[in-house]
């Protein structure tokens, strides 16, 4: 879409002239975008109602006479972003501006005055960004949207559960952690010899294609720090709705822990597959088995 409205005069290159022909370059192409897959992206949130969910999880305490954005707009626009593979919070000062992220947004009219421009990084950065400074939101000049962080893990899991219109009869949750490499100053980032680098080490927890937890953390922590906890609260919540599914556990050697053995075994329904850190002693208590499992899979 190439909207017609008054623009200031682009640079004019010119090149040698050709059998009496001028040759020019200019960049009047009119408003366009290389993002245009955003626009369906944005159907299927309307249609699964991700973001409007997560909207209901912040607080603003705006005085609302005086807002543009709606933290409804305000997340989406931020997380369209993320899946234009625009990370950074200051790509929206450009971002603002672009035609299919407006289209997106349900944005794109008025676009000759201010009233059609998306929210700039400033905005969008009081929403994701509270210094621990800030006791009260609602007193506070610059950040007053107030996230809810247990409806926002909430509700990851209730997304997932959602997506079955009928309890299936076994699931799988998947623990493991990985690199978000860093390259700055940021603060809890920690050089982790194990990734080669400065970084953090989340922790994850997917049930298929479904991530139901994330997890921000220093690499200088234990992998399975805060691992008990979430499958606690997760497992709570699946047995809320489904009472009767048979959930597997699993995850690498960094998951042996004594705790996350006992809770498995301790809960109706639920089992674990983890791996253990391999040693001289444990080979040789394992060769019969390794052997009868290789014989039976050369076999079949």
């Not at 993320?82 to 944005?107: F, G, Q, S, T």
């Not at 960004?129 to 800030?134: G, L, N, Q, V």
């Not at 949207?145 to 899991?157: H, L, R, T, Y």
Request: aromatic fraction near 10%; proline fraction near 4%.
């Amino acid at each position: 879409m190439s909207p017609s409205y008054p623009r200031t005069p682009r640079q004019v290159i010119n090149f040698s002239k050709q059998k009496g022909k001028e040759i020019i370059a200019n960049f009047d192409g009119g408003l366009i975008t290389s993002d245009a897959g955003i626009v369906w992206i944005a159907e299927l949130d309307k249609k699964l109602g991700i973001t409007e969910k997560f909207g209901n999880c912040f607080q603003d305490h705006r005085h609302q006479s005086y807002v543009d954005h709606s933290v409804h707009e305000l997340l989406a626009q931020r997380l369209y972003g993320i899946i234009l593979a625009y990370e950074d919070v200051n790509d929206h000062d450009k971002l603002r501006h672009d035609p299919a992220l407006k289209i997106a947004l349900e944005k794109l009219n008025e676009l000759e005055d201010k009233k059609g421009w998306l929210a700039g990084k400033s905005t969008i950065n009081r929403l994701e960004y509270c210094p621990e400074t800030i006791l009260d939101q609602k007193t506070s000049r610059y950040h007053k949207i107030e996230p809810n962080f247990e409806a926002i893990e909430k509700s990851f899991v209730e997304f997932f559960l959602e997506s079955y219109k009928k309890p299936p009869l076994s699931i799988i949750l998947d623990m493991d952690v990985t690199d978000d490499q860093v390259h700055g100053n940021q603060e809890g980032a920690f050089f982790n010899s194990y990734y080669h680098g400065v970084c953090y080490a989340p922790l994850y927890i997917f049930c298929g294609h479904h991530l139901l937890v994330a997890k921000l953390r220093s690499s200088n922590v234990d992998p399975a720090d805060g691992a008990l906890d979430e499958l606690q609260r997760i497992i709570g919540l699946i047995r809320e709705k489904w009472s009767e599914t048979h959930i597997l556990v699993r995850g690498d050697s960094a998951y042996a822990r004594e705790e996350i053995f006992y809770f498995c075994e301790n809960q109706p329904l639920v089992d674990y597959v983890i791996a253990m850190g391999t040693n001289g002693v444990l080979k040789l208590r394992a060769d019969d088995v390794i052997e009868k499992a290789k014989h039976k899979y050369e076999k079949n």
